[in-house]
Protein backbone atom coordinates (compact mmCIF):
# COMPACT_ATOMS: atom_id res chain seq x y z
CA UNK A 1 0.00 0.00 0.00
CA UNK A 2 1.24 3.30 -0.86
CA UNK A 3 2.01 5.88 2.06
CA UNK A 4 -0.22 8.73 1.69
CA UNK A 5 1.48 12.06 3.01
CA UNK A 6 0.48 13.52 5.97
CA UNK A 7 -0.08 17.16 4.95
CA UNK A 8 -0.41 19.64 7.08
CA UNK A 9 -4.01 21.93 5.97
CA UNK A 10 -2.14 25.26 7.43
CA UNK A 11 0.76 26.62 9.26
CA UNK A 12 0.13 25.10 13.57
CA UNK A 13 1.23 27.95 15.39
CA UNK A 14 0.86 26.54 19.02
CA UNK A 15 1.13 23.29 20.36
CA UNK A 16 -1.27 23.75 23.27
CA UNK A 17 -3.38 26.39 21.89
CA UNK A 18 -6.12 26.60 24.63
CA UNK A 19 -3.33 26.82 27.57
CA UNK A 20 -1.25 29.35 25.26
CA UNK A 21 -4.13 31.76 25.06
CA UNK A 22 -5.94 31.27 28.57
CA UNK A 23 -6.47 34.15 30.12
CA UNK A 24 -4.00 35.96 32.84
CA UNK A 25 -6.90 35.78 35.38
CA UNK A 26 -7.65 32.18 34.62
CA UNK A 27 -3.30 31.72 34.90
CA UNK A 28 -3.50 34.04 38.40
CA UNK A 29 -5.63 31.42 39.53
CA UNK A 30 -4.21 28.53 38.31
CA UNK A 31 -1.18 29.33 40.09
CA UNK A 32 -2.63 30.44 43.07
CA UNK A 33 -3.42 26.46 43.22
CA UNK A 34 -0.51 24.81 42.30
CA UNK A 35 1.28 27.20 44.56
CA UNK A 36 -0.73 25.99 47.75
CA UNK A 37 -0.66 22.14 46.50
CA UNK A 38 2.81 22.27 45.57
CA UNK A 39 4.06 23.82 49.03
CA UNK A 40 2.16 21.50 51.16
CA UNK A 41 3.27 18.90 48.65
CA UNK A 42 7.28 19.16 49.09
CA UNK A 43 6.71 19.75 53.28
CA UNK A 44 5.30 16.47 53.17
CA UNK A 45 7.33 14.75 51.07
CA UNK A 46 10.75 15.86 51.57
CA UNK A 47 12.14 16.07 54.77
CA UNK A 48 14.84 18.89 54.02
CA UNK A 49 12.44 20.72 52.86
CA UNK A 50 10.05 20.03 55.67
CA UNK A 51 12.85 20.99 58.00
CA UNK A 52 13.60 24.11 56.21
CA UNK A 53 10.13 25.33 56.05
CA UNK A 54 9.84 24.22 60.02
CA UNK A 55 12.80 26.20 61.22
CA UNK A 56 11.88 29.15 58.92
CA UNK A 57 7.88 29.21 61.07
CA UNK A 58 6.15 28.56 57.70
CA UNK A 59 3.08 27.05 58.06
CA UNK A 60 2.01 25.17 55.18
CA UNK A 61 -1.83 25.05 56.23
CA UNK A 62 -2.05 28.56 56.69
CA UNK A 63 -0.22 29.62 53.15
CA UNK A 64 -2.38 31.45 51.13
CA UNK A 65 -0.16 31.11 47.70
CA UNK A 66 0.84 34.26 45.64
CA UNK A 67 0.05 36.70 48.45
CA UNK A 68 2.45 34.42 50.83
CA UNK A 69 5.44 34.38 48.46
CA UNK A 70 7.55 36.49 50.68
CA UNK A 71 6.72 34.12 53.70
CA UNK A 72 8.86 30.99 52.12
CA UNK A 73 12.55 31.22 52.47
CA UNK A 74 14.36 30.51 49.03
CA UNK A 75 16.62 27.96 48.04
CA UNK A 76 19.62 28.24 45.59
CA UNK A 77 22.40 26.30 43.89
CA UNK A 78 23.55 25.65 47.62
CA UNK A 79 20.51 23.55 48.92
CA UNK A 80 21.14 20.88 46.05
CA UNK A 81 24.59 20.71 46.93
CA UNK A 82 24.23 20.36 50.53
CA UNK A 83 21.63 17.41 49.29
CA UNK A 84 23.62 15.56 46.68
CA UNK A 85 22.56 13.24 45.09
CA UNK A 86 18.78 13.17 45.69
CA UNK A 87 18.03 14.52 49.08
CA UNK A 88 15.93 17.28 47.55
CA UNK A 89 13.64 14.43 46.07
CA UNK A 90 9.70 14.03 46.88
CA UNK A 91 9.36 10.52 45.06
CA UNK A 92 10.97 7.53 45.67
CA UNK A 93 13.85 6.29 43.72
CA UNK A 94 12.14 3.77 42.10
CA UNK A 95 9.68 6.27 40.25
CA UNK A 96 12.16 8.43 38.81
CA UNK A 97 12.88 7.80 35.19
CA UNK A 98 15.68 9.42 34.11
CA UNK A 99 18.45 12.42 35.44
CA UNK A 100 19.76 15.20 34.28
CA UNK A 101 23.25 17.25 36.17
CA UNK A 102 25.05 19.92 36.10
CA UNK A 103 28.39 20.05 37.79
CA UNK A 104 28.74 24.43 37.32
CA UNK A 105 32.58 25.70 39.10
CA UNK A 106 32.80 24.66 42.96
CA UNK A 107 32.48 21.02 41.46
CA UNK A 108 29.74 19.43 43.26
CA UNK A 109 26.88 18.65 40.99
CA UNK A 110 23.22 19.90 40.45
CA UNK A 111 21.08 16.66 39.96
CA UNK A 112 17.39 16.77 38.35
CA UNK A 113 15.52 13.96 38.76
CA UNK A 114 12.41 12.87 36.22
CA UNK A 115 9.38 10.95 36.65
CA UNK A 116 7.48 9.78 33.85
CA UNK A 117 5.01 12.61 34.73
CA UNK A 118 7.92 15.49 34.32
CA UNK A 119 9.18 13.90 31.26
CA UNK A 120 5.89 14.74 29.83
CA UNK A 121 6.12 18.41 31.11
CA UNK A 122 9.67 19.11 30.04
CA UNK A 123 8.20 17.50 26.51
CA UNK A 124 5.12 19.62 26.31
CA UNK A 125 7.00 22.80 27.20
CA UNK A 126 9.56 22.15 25.13
CA UNK A 127 7.16 21.06 21.94
CA UNK A 128 5.29 24.83 22.67
CA UNK A 129 8.81 26.40 22.12
CA UNK A 130 9.72 24.62 19.15
CA UNK A 131 5.74 25.38 17.34
CA UNK A 132 6.09 28.99 18.58
CA UNK A 133 9.50 29.14 16.44
CA UNK A 134 7.78 27.86 13.34
CA UNK A 135 8.77 24.55 13.27
CA UNK A 136 5.71 21.85 11.97
CA UNK A 137 5.09 18.49 12.15
CA UNK A 138 7.81 16.09 9.81
CA UNK A 139 10.29 19.31 9.80
CA UNK A 140 13.49 17.74 10.10
CA UNK A 141 14.99 19.15 13.32
CA UNK A 142 18.84 18.35 13.73
CA UNK A 143 20.19 18.17 17.80
CA UNK A 144 23.41 19.81 18.28
CA UNK A 145 24.19 19.69 22.21
CA UNK A 146 25.59 16.98 23.68
CA UNK A 147 23.32 13.82 24.69
CA UNK A 148 24.00 12.94 28.30
CA UNK A 149 24.18 14.46 31.53
CA UNK A 150 23.65 18.31 30.15
CA UNK A 151 19.98 18.52 29.71
CA UNK A 152 19.90 20.47 26.40
CA UNK A 153 20.46 17.38 23.74
CA UNK A 154 17.85 15.24 25.75
CA UNK A 155 15.39 18.05 26.08
CA UNK A 156 15.38 18.99 22.79
CA UNK A 157 14.98 15.41 21.78
CA UNK A 158 11.60 14.82 24.32
CA UNK A 159 10.26 17.87 22.84
CA UNK A 160 11.02 17.47 19.22
CA UNK A 161 9.10 13.76 19.46
CA UNK A 162 6.59 15.42 21.49
CA UNK A 163 6.08 17.78 18.31
CA UNK A 164 6.29 15.57 15.77
CA UNK A 165 9.85 16.57 14.23
CA UNK A 166 11.88 14.30 12.46
CA UNK A 167 14.41 14.15 14.74
CA UNK A 168 18.39 14.02 13.64
CA UNK A 169 20.20 13.61 17.15
CA UNK A 170 23.75 14.28 15.95
CA UNK A 171 24.66 15.75 19.44
CA UNK A 172 28.20 18.19 19.69
CA UNK A 173 30.53 17.92 17.75
CA UNK A 174 31.91 16.70 14.28
CA UNK A 175 31.00 19.74 12.39
CA UNK A 176 31.71 18.43 9.31
CA UNK A 177 29.44 15.69 9.44
CA UNK A 178 26.84 18.35 10.84
CA UNK A 179 26.89 20.20 7.37
CA UNK A 180 26.63 16.97 4.83
CA UNK A 181 23.75 15.87 7.49
CA UNK A 182 22.03 19.00 7.09
CA UNK A 183 22.57 19.48 3.50
CA UNK A 184 21.43 15.58 3.06
CA UNK A 185 18.34 15.67 4.90
CA UNK A 186 17.17 19.39 4.46
CA UNK A 187 17.20 20.19 7.74
CA UNK A 188 15.06 22.97 8.58
CA UNK A 189 15.48 23.59 12.40
CA UNK A 190 18.35 23.22 15.08
CA UNK A 191 19.19 23.56 18.24
CA UNK A 192 22.70 24.28 19.53
CA UNK A 193 24.55 26.58 22.05
CA UNK A 194 25.64 29.77 20.50
CA UNK A 195 28.95 29.75 20.52
CA UNK A 196 28.79 26.73 18.60
CA UNK A 197 27.66 28.60 15.45
CA UNK A 198 30.95 30.54 15.22
CA UNK A 199 32.70 27.13 14.66
CA UNK A 200 29.64 26.07 12.07
CA UNK A 201 30.13 29.49 10.19
CA UNK A 202 33.79 28.63 9.85
CA UNK A 203 33.51 25.61 8.97
CA UNK A 204 30.23 25.98 6.58
CA UNK A 205 33.02 28.59 4.95
CA UNK A 206 35.40 26.52 4.37
CA UNK A 207 33.41 23.62 2.71
CA UNK A 208 31.81 26.36 0.74
CA UNK A 209 28.07 24.86 1.44
CA UNK A 210 25.09 26.65 1.69
CA UNK A 211 22.15 25.36 3.67
CA UNK A 212 19.02 26.96 1.94
CA UNK A 213 16.74 24.58 4.07
CA UNK A 214 17.64 25.83 7.41
CA UNK A 215 15.29 28.46 8.55
CA UNK A 216 15.56 28.38 12.84
CA UNK A 217 17.85 28.05 15.30
CA UNK A 218 17.05 27.47 18.58
CA UNK A 219 19.69 28.73 21.49
CA UNK A 220 20.04 27.53 24.78
CA UNK A 221 21.89 27.67 27.57
CA UNK A 222 24.33 30.72 27.12
CA UNK A 223 23.66 34.43 27.29
CA UNK A 224 22.24 35.60 23.62
CA UNK A 225 23.17 39.19 23.05
CA UNK A 226 21.18 41.07 20.22
CA UNK A 227 24.70 41.43 18.26
CA UNK A 228 25.48 37.88 17.98
CA UNK A 229 21.63 36.90 17.19
CA UNK A 230 22.43 39.57 14.19
CA UNK A 231 25.51 37.88 13.04
CA UNK A 232 24.06 34.49 12.91
CA UNK A 233 21.07 35.23 11.63
CA UNK A 234 22.23 37.11 8.94
CA UNK A 235 25.37 34.94 7.96
CA UNK A 236 22.82 31.42 7.72
CA UNK A 237 19.95 33.27 6.69
CA UNK A 238 17.64 31.81 9.84
CA UNK A 239 15.32 32.80 12.39
CA UNK A 240 17.02 33.07 16.02
CA UNK A 241 15.18 31.92 18.89
CA UNK A 242 16.12 32.04 22.60
CA UNK A 243 15.38 29.26 24.91
CA UNK A 244 15.01 29.28 28.72
CA UNK A 245 15.36 27.03 31.05
CA UNK A 246 17.62 25.37 33.14
CA UNK A 247 18.78 22.18 35.30
CA UNK A 248 16.54 23.20 38.17
CA UNK A 249 14.02 24.17 36.40
CA UNK A 250 13.64 20.81 34.58
CA UNK A 251 15.94 21.64 31.98
CA UNK A 252 16.02 23.46 28.51
CA UNK A 253 12.66 24.78 27.12
CA UNK A 254 10.86 24.22 30.21
CA UNK A 255 10.68 27.88 31.44
CA UNK A 256 10.05 29.38 27.79
CA UNK A 257 11.56 31.21 24.37
CA UNK A 258 10.95 33.91 22.81
CA UNK A 259 8.01 34.19 20.01
CA UNK A 260 8.08 35.43 16.33
CA UNK A 261 7.00 38.50 17.81
CA UNK A 262 10.09 38.93 19.32
CA UNK A 263 8.98 41.43 21.97
CA UNK A 264 10.41 39.45 25.15
CA UNK A 265 10.36 35.82 26.15
CA UNK A 266 7.18 34.34 27.25
CA UNK A 267 7.33 31.86 30.06
CA UNK A 268 5.14 29.02 30.86
CA UNK A 269 3.23 29.98 33.50
CA UNK A 270 1.02 27.63 33.79
CA UNK A 271 3.88 25.40 34.76
CA UNK A 272 5.85 28.10 36.70
CA UNK A 273 5.76 31.42 38.73
CA UNK A 274 8.26 33.83 38.72
CA UNK A 275 9.27 36.63 40.53
CA UNK A 276 11.83 39.14 40.34
CA UNK A 277 13.14 40.46 43.24
CA UNK A 278 15.94 42.92 44.46
CA UNK A 279 19.17 40.71 44.34
CA UNK A 280 20.01 42.77 47.26
CA UNK A 281 17.16 43.30 50.04
CA UNK A 282 15.49 40.61 48.04
CA UNK A 283 11.79 42.67 47.60
CA UNK A 284 9.83 41.66 45.44
CA UNK A 285 10.29 44.82 42.28
CA UNK A 286 7.52 46.32 40.17
CA UNK A 287 7.14 44.82 36.36
CA UNK A 288 10.00 46.85 34.74
CA UNK A 289 12.60 46.77 37.36
CA UNK A 290 15.37 44.62 36.44
CA UNK A 291 16.18 41.87 39.41
CA UNK A 292 16.62 38.59 40.14
CA UNK A 293 14.46 36.06 38.86
CA UNK A 294 12.97 34.02 41.24
CA UNK A 295 11.14 30.25 39.68
CA UNK A 296 9.17 28.09 41.51
CA UNK A 297 7.51 25.15 39.50
CA UNK A 298 4.26 24.30 39.86
CA UNK A 299 3.89 20.77 37.93
CA UNK A 300 6.76 19.26 38.19
CA UNK A 301 6.76 16.00 40.77
CA UNK A 302 10.05 14.35 41.51
CA UNK A 303 11.81 17.93 42.37
CA UNK A 304 9.41 20.91 42.09
CA UNK A 305 11.62 24.12 43.13
CA UNK A 306 9.95 26.11 45.45
CA UNK A 307 11.30 29.67 45.30
CA UNK A 308 14.38 28.94 43.03
CA UNK A 309 17.18 31.73 42.87
CA UNK A 310 18.11 31.37 39.56
CA UNK A 311 21.24 34.16 39.51
CA UNK A 312 19.48 35.32 36.21
CA UNK A 313 18.89 38.78 35.86
CA UNK A 314 15.93 40.23 34.13
CA UNK A 315 12.65 42.19 34.00
CA UNK A 316 9.30 41.14 33.58
CA UNK A 317 8.45 43.19 30.01
CA UNK A 318 4.79 42.81 29.61
CA UNK A 319 1.24 40.83 30.64
CA UNK A 320 -0.78 41.75 27.63
CA UNK A 321 -1.68 39.46 25.41
CA UNK A 322 1.07 39.32 22.87
CA UNK A 323 0.76 39.86 19.27
CA UNK A 324 1.74 36.24 18.42
CA UNK A 325 -1.95 35.52 20.57
CA UNK A 326 0.27 34.10 23.67
CA UNK A 327 -0.93 35.19 26.84
CA UNK A 328 1.33 34.09 28.97
CA UNK A 329 4.26 37.21 30.42
CA UNK A 330 7.04 37.69 29.01
CA UNK A 331 10.82 38.81 30.22
CA UNK A 332 13.29 39.99 29.16
CA UNK A 333 16.48 37.77 27.78
CA UNK A 334 19.01 37.75 30.51
CA UNK A 335 21.49 40.26 30.95
CA UNK A 336 23.84 39.14 33.46
CA UNK A 337 24.37 37.24 37.05
CA UNK A 338 24.68 38.09 40.55
CA UNK A 339 27.56 36.38 40.60
CA UNK A 340 28.77 39.58 39.60
CA UNK A 341 27.93 40.86 43.00
CA UNK A 342 30.13 42.39 45.70
CA UNK A 343 29.99 42.03 49.12
CA UNK A 344 31.58 44.94 51.77
CA UNK A 345 30.84 44.40 55.42
CA UNK A 346 27.48 42.84 54.94
CA UNK A 347 26.39 44.75 52.20
CA UNK A 348 25.90 43.66 49.03
CA UNK A 349 25.84 45.65 45.29
CA UNK A 350 26.64 45.15 41.86
CA UNK A 351 29.42 47.53 39.76
CA UNK A 352 26.44 48.53 37.63
CA UNK A 353 25.32 50.32 40.87
CA UNK A 354 28.17 52.40 41.87
CA UNK A 355 28.45 53.70 38.23
CA UNK A 356 25.07 54.67 38.40
CA UNK A 357 25.31 55.88 41.39
CA UNK A 358 28.57 58.32 40.11
CA UNK A 359 26.84 59.55 37.51
CA UNK A 360 24.32 61.29 39.30
CA UNK A 361 26.83 63.48 41.16
CA UNK A 362 27.32 66.55 39.01
CA UNK A 363 31.38 66.60 37.56
CA UNK A 364 31.91 62.79 37.58
CA UNK A 365 32.88 61.46 34.49
CA UNK A 366 32.15 57.62 33.76
CA UNK A 367 35.43 56.06 33.95
CA UNK A 368 35.85 54.61 37.14
CA UNK A 369 37.05 51.82 39.27
CA UNK A 370 36.61 49.92 42.32
CA UNK A 371 39.09 48.69 44.56
CA UNK A 372 38.29 46.00 47.14
CA UNK A 373 40.61 45.61 49.67
CA UNK A 374 41.06 42.82 51.75
CA UNK A 375 42.97 43.07 55.07
CA UNK A 376 42.53 40.43 57.74
CA UNK A 377 39.15 38.62 56.32
CA UNK A 378 37.67 42.47 56.32
CA UNK A 379 36.26 44.40 52.88
CA UNK A 380 37.09 47.85 52.32
CA UNK A 381 36.01 49.74 49.35
CA UNK A 382 37.75 52.48 47.50
CA UNK A 383 36.04 53.88 44.85
CA UNK A 384 38.66 55.76 42.21
CA UNK A 385 36.82 58.32 39.60
CA UNK A 386 37.67 61.04 37.32
CA UNK A 387 35.72 64.26 38.32
CA UNK A 388 36.26 67.71 36.96
CA UNK A 389 37.78 69.99 40.00
CA UNK A 390 35.43 71.36 42.37
CA UNK A 391 33.97 67.56 42.95
CA UNK A 392 35.69 66.63 46.30
CA UNK A 393 36.22 62.71 47.58
CA UNK A 394 33.76 63.66 50.30
CA UNK A 395 30.75 64.28 47.83
CA UNK A 396 31.41 60.93 46.36
CA UNK A 397 31.76 59.44 49.72
CA UNK A 398 28.31 61.08 50.85
CA UNK A 399 25.91 60.00 47.84
CA UNK A 400 27.38 56.66 47.46
CA UNK A 401 26.78 56.28 51.11
CA UNK A 402 22.89 57.77 50.45
CA UNK A 403 22.81 55.42 47.36
CA UNK A 404 24.68 52.00 48.58
CA UNK A 405 24.21 51.99 52.42
CA UNK A 406 27.65 51.52 53.11
CA UNK A 407 30.84 53.89 53.52
CA UNK A 408 33.54 53.31 50.31
CA UNK A 409 37.03 55.59 49.85
CA UNK A 410 35.68 58.13 47.60
CA UNK A 411 39.19 59.09 45.65
CA UNK A 412 38.51 61.63 43.01
CA UNK A 413 41.16 61.73 40.00
CA UNK A 414 41.85 64.56 37.42
CA UNK A 415 40.53 63.39 33.93
CA UNK A 416 42.49 61.12 31.94
CA UNK A 417 43.93 59.31 35.24
CA UNK A 418 42.62 55.90 35.07
CA UNK A 419 44.31 53.80 32.08
CA UNK A 420 42.29 53.18 29.09
CA UNK A 421 41.08 49.80 26.94
CA UNK A 422 40.36 49.05 24.28
CA UNK A 423 37.91 46.13 25.25
CA UNK A 424 36.12 46.12 28.08
CA UNK A 425 36.64 47.82 31.11
CA UNK A 426 38.26 46.54 33.98
CA UNK A 427 36.03 47.90 37.08
CA UNK A 428 36.37 46.38 39.74
CA UNK A 429 40.30 45.07 41.00
CA UNK A 430 40.71 43.08 44.21
CA UNK A 431 44.19 43.41 46.39
CA UNK A 432 44.86 41.33 49.74
CA UNK A 433 46.77 43.28 52.02
CA UNK A 434 47.43 40.79 54.91
ZN1 LIG B 1 4.33 36.34 21.60
Redesign the pocket.
Known amino acids: MRYELHKMPHQEIFFNQEIETTSQDELISRQNEKLKEKVRYVFENNAYMRDLYTKAGVDVNDFRGIEDMDKLPVIAKANFRETYPLGLCCVPKDDIREMHMSSGSTGTPVVMPYTDADLEQWAECMARCLR ?1 SGAQPGDPMQIMPSFGLFNGGFGMYHGARKAGLFVIPTGSGNTERQIRLARDFNTKVFGAVISYTSRLIEVLDKMNIELPSLKIGIFGAETVTEAMTEKVSNRLGIEVFNIYGMTETGGVGTLGM ?4 R ?2 I ?1 VWEDHYYLEVVDPVTREQLPDGEVGELIVTSLTRQALPVIRFKTGDLTRILSREK ?5 THL ?1 IDRISGRTDDMLIVRGVNFFPSQVEQALLEIPGVHSDYQIIMEERHGVNDVHILVEAEEGVTGFTVEKHLKQRLGFSPHGDVLPIGTLPRVDGKAVRVIYKKLD
Do not use: E
Open positions: MDCQDSGHCACGRK
